[in-house]
């Protein structure tokens, strides 16, 4: 390959962006994947306090 192939070549290379958009796509969706998955966290979290508190409220009004 000589120069004059060699400097249209590294043009396109460096005008083309499909690589560095697909990474970016990439991260933005393990930033998403991991939001979601913290939020499912979280509310799994609360629901099992609330089930928590109303079994317990239950059972005191029940109790012995």
Known sequence: MNFHNWLPAVGRFL???DGPTAVEY???MAL???AC???VTLLA???D???SASGDAIDGA???
């Open 15 to 17: 005008r083309d962006e």
């Open 62 to 64: 029940f109790g012995p």
């Open 49 to 51: 306090e609330s089930f």
């Open 45 to 47: 979290q609360k629901t």
């Open 32 to 34: 998403i994947i991991v």
């Open 37 to 39: 998955l913290g939020s």
């Open 26 to 28: 990439a991260v933005m």
